[in-house]
């Protein structure tokens, strides 16, 4: 078997000993739904930073963005990927917060 069956059940903390199969399972899991999380952040501060500045007229022109429009979009997206809160549960506790907010 690719995942032992106890590691979907709830075990006693006296039983608790995940086998490395499911610790593996796990760890995978939080990253895979990070890159999730990664991608709406992306998404979420581009348009808290930007917005909806494209015009149906002007699709094919580049849109011209400031140096402070950009620092802001940055240090937005940087700020959400690395919430210390977030990282210590999903990746501690396996509760797929992050997941849940990139869904968003």
């Not at 039983?15 to 709406?40: K, L, M």
């Amino acid at each position: 078997d690719l995942l032992d069956a106890r590691c979907l059940e709830r075990l006693p903390d006296a039983d608790n000993d995940p086998s490395d199969a499911c610790v593996v399972f796990q760890r995978a899991t939080v990253i895979f739904f990070d890159i999730i999380y990664i991608a709406g952040t992306v998404f979420a501060s581009s348009q808290i930073v930007f917005g909806s500045r494209r015009s149906n007229s002007s699709v094919s022109s580049p849109s011209i963005y400031t140096s402070k429009q950009v620092q802001a979009y940055s240090i937005t997206a940087v700020l959400l990927i690395l919430n210390p809160g977030l990282l210590l549960l999903d990746h501690i506790h396996f509760q797929y917060n992050a997941m849940m907010l990139g869904m968003l």
